[in-house]
């Protein structure tokens, strides 16, 4: 049965995931800040253009009602990605840090939101 607490947990999980890799990703992906962010990392700059727009896609992907799977799972696929690679380039430059804490509480926010969106859609 599909429960208010479920619905309340699916839709809190993917707005935080909306407005931290689509909202955010949209005003400062393309920054200064998140270019040196990158270089330092030893990525190139088109990557980081990259990631922008499939961010964004991705985010979109995962709260407009009418995008359907597979691509939502494809989104939340690529999230998972970018948070398990965020987590391991960060660590391999800096050591363990708050980024890498960081990162692994938005995965677990993103599996959240995959669990409770199964669940509402099964």
């Known amino acids: 049965m599909k429960t208010k607490s479920t619905k309340l ?4 999980s993917t707005i935080l995931i909306f407005l931290f890799e689509g909202v955010m990703t949209l005003a400062f992906g393309t920054s ?3 270019m040196d962010g990158m270089a ?3 990525y190139p700059q088109y ?3 990259m990631l922008v727009v499939f961010k964004v896609l991705g985010a979109l992907a995962l709260v407009l009602p009418s995008v359907k799977n597979p691509f939502k799972e494809w989104a939340y696929a690529g999230f ?3 948070f398990i690679s965020a987590a391991v380039s960060n660590w391999a430059m ?5 980024v890498v ?3 692994a509480v938005f995965l677990g926010i993103l599996a959240v939101s995959r669990q409770t969106y199964n669940k509402l859609h099964a």
């Open 47 to 49: 990557f980081g253009l």
């Open 80 to 82: 998972g990605i970018v």
């Open 40 to 42: 330092h990392l030893g």
């Open 9 to 12: 947990l699916y839709w809190a």
């Open 32 to 34: 200064q800040m998140s």
């Open 101 to 103: 804490v960081m990162a």
């Open 94 to 98: 800096d050591g363990f840090s708050g």
